[in-house]
C-alpha cells in the first residue's frame, strides 16, 4: 500500500472534488491536487451514479457542518429516522439506516444465513453484495429472466423450496432497466413461505413514477425494503440508504449492526436530511435523466443496438448487430462502461450520464 504524503493529499484531492465541495474556499488549499484545465476527464458511465449530485443543499449541509466531526452527534440518527418515517409512511421503528444500501442487503444476509440453506436471485441482476452470503455458505439459484429481460415472478417462485432462506427482487432491475408492477409483485410477496426473507432492493424506484411497496411491510414480516441515497439523491459516495421493514425484522437486523444507525457519519446523515427536503433537485434529475436516456436510445437503435425500454439511469442494450468494437471505442476515448452481462446477444449497459455525456458517448460509438 502506498502510504507516502503526495499520494495521501491527491486522494484526498480527488475525494473532495468527487464530494463536489471544490467552491469551498477552506479546502481549495494549495498542495490538494486537482486535475489541469486540460486534463481530459475520463467520462464516467459505469456505476449508475448521478452525475449531477449532490444536491446544493447536500453540499452546504456538509460544508457547513465540518467541523461537528469531532463528536459523535447520537442525535442526528433518530431526526433522519423521523424524517424517513414520514415520508415513507411507516413507524420510527420501521427504519434501519446503513452505511449504504449495501450495508442492509449485508445485514439481511447474515440474518438469513443464520440457517444453512440457499438463496433465490434472478439473473442477471445486481449481485455483488452476494459474496456475503456465498462466504456464509449460501447457496445459490440463479433465475433467468423473461425474453423480455424483467424478473420471471412465476419462475422465481416455483424456484424457492423448503431450504430457501431469501429472495431478491431487484425493482426495477440492474441491469436491464425492467420494471416489475406492484400487483405481480405483491401477489409474488404474498406467496413466498414466512421463512423465506424477501428483500425487494427498490435503489432505482425514484426514477420511475411507481410507488414503493412499504406498506406491506405491516403484513409480511420477511419484507425488506432497500433504499438508497446513492443514486436519484447523488449520495453514492457519501455511503447512506436504510431499510424499511417490520418492526420485529427490524429489531432483528439491528442485532446484527453493532453501532445501530451511526455506521453512517454523521455528515452523510445531516446530508440525507437536507436531499430530502430539496425536491426541486429530485425532480431535475429525474427530468434530466429521462431526457438524456430518450436521446441515447434513439441513437443506439439507430445504430442497430436493441435497447430494453428502461425505467432507470441506465440502458440495457445489444452490441449483438453493432459492427465496431464498442469496448476499444469507448477505452480509447476514456469513457467508463461496464461490460457484457450475457454474452449470448451480447448485452451490456451504460449509465445514463449528463446530456453533453451522452453526446459524447454517441459520437464515440458513430
Ligand atoms: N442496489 C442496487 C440495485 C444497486 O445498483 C446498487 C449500486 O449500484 C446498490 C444497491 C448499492 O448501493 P449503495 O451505494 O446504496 O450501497
Redesign the pocket.
Known amino acids: 500500500m502506498r502510504t507516502d504524503r503526495r499520494f495521501w493529499i491527491k486522494q484526498m484531492g480527488l475525494g473532495i472534488v468527487g464530494l463536489g465541495l471544490t467552491r469551498i474556499p477552506s479546502l481549495a488549499a494549495p498542495g490538494i491536487s486537482r486535475p489541469a484545465a486540460n486534463d481530459k476527464l475520463p467520462i464516467i458511465l459505469r456505476?449508475?451514479e448521478n452525475p449531477y449530485g449532490p444536491s446544493p443543499s447536500a453540499q452546504k449541509a456538509i460544508a457547513d457542518h465540518l467541523t461537528f466531526s469531532n463528536r459523535y452527534h447520537w442525535d442526528i440518527a433518530p431526526q433522519l429516522i423521523e424524517e424517513l418515517a414520514g415520508k415513507n409512511q411507516v413507524s420510527e421503528e420501521n427504519i434501519l439506516l446503513?452505511?449504504?444500501?449495501?450495508?442492509?442487503?449485508d445485514l439481511v444476509s447474515k440474518y438469513a444465513a443464520s440457517k444453512p440453506g440457499n438463496y433465490v436471485i434472478a439473473d442477471p441482476?445486481?449481485a455483488?453484495?452476494t459474496s456475503t452470503l456465498d462466504h456464509l455458505g449460501m447457496t445459490k439459484i440463479k433465475v433467468p429472466l423473461t425474453a423480455a429481460k424483467t424478473i420471471d415472478l412465476a419462475a422465481m417462485s416455483a424456484a424457492i423450496n423448503t431450504d430457501t432462506r431469501l429472495v431478491y427482487i431487484?425493482n426495477p432491475?440492474?441491469p436491464t432497466g425492467t420494471l416489475l408492477g406492484r400487483e405481480a409483485l405483491a401477489g409474488f410477496i404474498s406467496r413466498v413461505p414466512q421463512s423465506t426473507t424477501i428483500i425487494v432492493?427498490e435503489?432505482?424506484l425514484d426514477f420511475t413514477r411507481e410507488s414503493s411497496l412499504t406498506e406491506l411491510t405491516g403484513s409480511h414480516p420477511n419484507l425488506v425494503i432497500?433504499k438508497?441515497?446513492?443514486?436519484i439523491y447523488g449520495l453514492?459516495g457519501a455511503?447512506?440508504?436504510y431499510a424499511i421493514a417490520h418492526q420485529t425484522m427490524i429489531r432483528q437486523l439491528t442485532e446484527l449492526q453493532s453501532n445501530t444507525n451511526n455506521s453512517v457519519s454523521v455528515l452523510s446523515k445531516l446530508a440525507a436530511l437536507a436531499s430530502l427536503k430539496d425536491e426541486q433537485f429530485v425532480s431535475d434529475c429525474y427530468a434530466l435523466n429521462e431526457k438524456a436516456r430518450n436521446y441515447t436510445i434513439s441513437e443506439l437503435t439507430k445504430l442497430h443496438c436493441t435497447c430494453i425500454p428502461s425505467h432507470t439511469n441506465f440502458i440495457y442494450f445489444s452490441l449483438a448487430n453493432y459492427p465496431k468494437d464498442f469496448f476499444k471505442l469507448l477505452e480509447a476515448n476514456n469513457i467508463q462502461g461496464t461490460g457484457i452481462y450475457e454474452e449470448q446477444g451480447k448485452w451490456t449497459r451504460i449509465t445514463v450520464g449528463t446530456m453533453q455525456e451522452m453526446r459524447q458517448f454517441i459520437r464515440t460509438i458513430q
Open positions: 456505476s449508475n446503513g452505511a449504504g444500501s449495501t450495508e442492509i442487503l441482476s445486481y455483488y453484495w431487484c432491475n440492474n432492493d435503489a432505482y432497500a438508497t441515497f446513492s443514486k453514492a455511503r447512506i440508504g
